[in-house]
T-cell receptor, first 116, second 111 residues
Framework: GAVVSQHPSWVICKSGTSVKIECRSLDFQATTMFWYRQFPKQSLMLMATSNEGSKATYEQGVEKDKFLINHASLTLSTLTVTSAHPEDSSFYIC????????????FGPGTRLTVL | DAKTTQPNSMESNEEEPVHLPCNHS???????IHWYRQLPSQGPEYVIH???SNVNNRMASLAIAEDRKSSTLILHRATLRDAAVYYC????????????FGQGTRLTINP
C-alpha cells in the first residue's frame, strides 16, 4: 500500500513551453502533497506544500507564478512549469502524506524534465 | 527546522552490518527523527522513524541516544541493493508539516 505515482516519468520540451506533471496517491487519500526539485548530485529541495482545496505554500525563493501547483482532490496534485527554460531542467519529485503524528511521506518515482 | 549532520559518504562490505550516524544537537522534545533513503534515479523511500526509544522494523534499526542529540541507523546485513543516499531528518508535527532534506550520507556497498 501507500503508492504514489507520477506522470510522465520523463519529458523533453522546448524552451518557452509549459509542462504539467501529475502526482497521484493510488491507494490512500493524501491530505497534503509536497513538491521537490533535485539537481544532479544534490539533495532534494522542497518547493511547495499543498493541501487539498487550498492554495499551495511555496518555499522562499520559489516563484509561484512559474511553478503552478493545483491540488484539486485528495488523490491528485499537479505541478505546471510555465515558460520552461533550460535552467528548469531537473528531477521533480512529489510526495504525499496522510497526516498523523509522525508525518511519514510517500514519494513518487520522480519526473525528469529536460528543457532544450 | 532543526539541523542534522551526517558524514558525506560511507563504505561497507556486503553482508556486514552498517552503522550510519546522525547528529542533531538542537533537537527539540517534540521532534521526530526520520530516516529516508534514495536509490539512484528514484524518489526517496521511508526507512524508519523514532521519537525517544530505539525502533526496529524489517528494513533497519534506529538507535537513539539517551539525550536524543544523536541517532544511528543500523542495517544489520547490508546487500548491494542498500547502496543509496541515506537522509536523517527531523520534523515536528506541531510545526510546519514538511521534511527538509540535508545532504545525506552516500552509502557504497562493496561485493
Amino acid at each position: 500500500g501507500a503508492v504514489v505515482s507520477q506522470h510522465p516519468s520523463w519529458v523533453i520540451c522546448k524552451s518557452g513551453t509549459s509542462v504539467k506533471i501529475e502526482c497521484r496517491s493510488l491507494d490512500f487519500q493524501a491530505t497534503t502533497m509536497f513538491w521537490y526539485r533535485q539537481f544532479p548530485k544534490q539533495s532534494l529541495m522542497l518547493m511547495a506544500t499543498s493541501n487539498e482545496g487550498s492554495k499551495a505554500t511555496y518555499e522562499q525563493g520559489v516563484e509561484k507564478d512559474k511553478f503552478l501547483i493545483n491540488h484539486a482532490s485528495l488523490t491528485l496534485s499537479t505541478l505546471t512549469v510555465t515558460s520552461a527554460h533550460p535552467e528548469d531542467s531537473s528531477f521533480y519529485i512529489c510526495s504525499a502524506s496522510q497526516g498523523g503524528a509522525f508525518l511519514e511521506q510517500f514519494f513518487g518515482p520522480g519526473t525528469r524534465l529536460t528543457v532544450l | 527546522d532543526a539541523k542534522t549532520t551526517q558524514p558525506n559518504s560511507m563504505e561497507s562490505n556486503e553482508e556486514e552490518p552498517v552503522h550510519l550516524p546522525c547528529n542533531h544537537s538542537t533537537i527539540s522534545g517534540t521532534d521526530y527523527i526520520h530516516w529516508y533513503r534514495q536509490l539512484p534515479s528514484q524518489g526517496p523511500e521511508y526507512v524508519i522513524h523514532g521519537l525517544t526509544s530505539n525502533v526496529n522494523n524489517r528494513m533497519a534499526s534506529l538507535a537513539i541516544a539517551e539525550d536524543r542529540k544523536s541517532s544511528t541507523l543500523i542495517l544489520h546485513r547490508a546487500t548491494l541493493r542498500d547502496a543509496a543516499v541515506y537522509y536523517c531528518i527531523l520534523s515536528n508535527p506541531q510545526g510546519a508539516q514538511k521534511l527538509v532534506f540535508g545532504q545525506g550520507t552516500r552509502l557504497t556497498i562493496n561485493p
